[in-house]
């Protein structure tokens, strides 16, 4: 018998082999006198020097399945249902507003998807500003411990509640209350070290000066405790998403984690080499491309009018294409859509496609959708039909799947909310699967041709 044995594998503190890049053989008689030595491998981390007899490595596309997420701020689980889809462990769900995480719970029965090992936070005791101290963050922790017995990755994901970053919203910044609760994830990752984390948050974080000054020291401060990451203006149509919607999508690994995996980091720099991460990787519609389109502009509005689709333009990426694929008259959540107490000839007033207003935006079929944001007055109307936009509609320009639905006893004002909060469920997937790529990588090449990180020049406001 051979044994193979990878090099550079090591035994973890819970004696489990680390892969390793490459593989030499050894004979059997000289296995067996090595097997006997497999005590003290258990004590710390010792280059692994044998193979238990039909060991195999498990394929490395599955490295997600040995991923523990827990995830923040959850809301509904868009993002957490593009880590799900993608084979990631959501063990942990925190939501604060307990409609929202009935809503999360709803639709996972929807899905037939598993619940989290450790359960939902819901209520005061998810409040992120209380899990950095006392109590509930030594409970945080013992979690953490826990979840390291049985995975060997751990990665925190969220999207902060982000009014106060947002140009069209409050704008108060870190000093807002919801400003300090991204202060408050950021303090949670450092304080309980996960290998890696992600922040997904509104482009005036970055774009606006001071909001800019608060989103640069939480990155000095995340460096400051061992990490170091990758930043990106993302937008939801470059995975597929028939919506334009910019966000800020930063993510981090543990330096120690990095270097385990081969990379060589700058000590003077906290971000990753450049062309590392695989932004690229998932990206179907480039920015620079799917704008360029001939995309229509407006229509006169016919209540229930035919309008042909156009030529020379990705058909997948427009409302008219995700509402069939959703068959979205048929969904659970059809016929919940605000009724007009009035104002029914200022709905019919609006050509298709006409989104130039803040209120009173009437969707173009056969076009991409306007940022998915139905609060603050905001008005999105249907292409065709004399009224707002249906839940189910939403719902598709959000890309989740058609079984995907909110419960029914669930207000009007919620499910509106919780859809505009959400992180598209297609960015989400592709991120994730990002992340795979990455993790899984074995072989390094710096300078990669890649697109720039933060792609669009800083326009202080």
């Known amino acids: 018998m ?9 035994f973890t503190n819970n004696n489990r082999l680390k892969p390793a890049r490459s593989f030499y053989n050894i004979s059997a008689g000289s296995a067996k006198n090595l097997r006997n030595s497999q005590s003290s491998f258990r004590s710390k981390p010792t280059p692994a020097i044998l193979l238990i007899t039909n060991y195999q490595l498990p394929p490395v596309h599955l490295i997600q399945q040995k991923t523990a997420i827990f995830s923040f701020f959850s809301g509904s689980g868009f993002l957490d249902f593009g880590f799900e889809s993608s084979g990631f462990n959501i063990v942990y769900v925190n939501e604060i507003y307990s409609p929202f995480l009935q809503a999360y719970r709803h639709s996972r029965q929807c899905l037939n998807l598993p619940q989290p090992e450790y359960g939902h936070c819901e209520g005061e005791e998810a409040d992120v500003t209380r899990l950095v101290e006392g109590k509930p963050a030594l409970h945080v922790r013992k979690l953490m411990q826990d979840a390291r017995k049985k995975h060997d990755i751990i990665g925190f994901i969220a999207g902060p509640p982000c009014p106060d970053f947002s140009i069209g919203g409050k704008n108060r910044g870190g000093e807002g209350d919801k400003g300090k609760l991204s202060a408050s994830y950021i303090e949670l990752i450092c304080q309980q070290q996960p290998d890696f984390f992600l922040f997904e948050n509104v482009k005036g974080l970055w774009r606006t000066k001071q909001h800019k000054i608060f989103y640069d020291a939480l990155k000095n401060q995340l460096a400051e405790s061992g990490y170091v990451f990758v930043e990106r203006l993302i937008n939801a149509i470059e995975y597929g998403v028939p919506q334009d919607r910019d966000r800020i999508i930063l993510i981090g690994f543990r330096k120690n984690v990095v270097k385990d995996m081969g990379i060589s980091l700058d000590e003077n720099s906290e971000m990753l080499p450049e062309g590392i991460f695989p932004w690229s990787s998932e990206i179907l ?7 360029s389109n001939p995309w229509p502009d407006t229509d006169a509005f016919a209540c229930d009018g035919l309008l042909p689709c156009p030529d020379g333009i990705p058909k997948e990426l427009t409302v008219q294409f995700w509402f069939q694929k959703n068959d979205v008259a048929n969904h659970p959540n059809a016929e919940h859509y605000f009724q007009p107490r009035a104002g029914i000839k200022r709905f019919a007033a609006v050509d298709e496609g006409d989104v130039s207003k803040k209120s ?18 905001e008005v999105h109307l249907h292409p065709y039909k004399v009224r707002r936009l249906s839940v189910a509609e939403t719902l598709a320009i959000q890309s989740l799947p058609k079984k995907f639905a909110l419960p029914e006893n669930m207000t009007l004002s919620n499910m509106f909310k919780t859809v505009g909060n959400g992180v598209p469920y297609l960015a989400s997937k592709g991120i994730a699967q990002t ?3 990455f993790l899984e990588t074995t072989e390094w090449h710096d300078k990669l041709p ?3 990180q933060l792609e669009l020049p800083l326009q202080f406001v």
């Open 2 to 10: 051979v044994v193979i044995i990878p090099v550079g594998a090591v």
């Open 435 to 437: 992340i795979i790529k």
């Open 360 to 377: 009173y935006k009437r969707l173009h079929r056969w076009r991409y959708s306007p940022t998915a944001c139905y609060g603050n007055n």
């Open 450 to 452: 890649i697109n720039k």
């Open 285 to 291: 519609y480039p920015k620079s491309e799917v704008f």
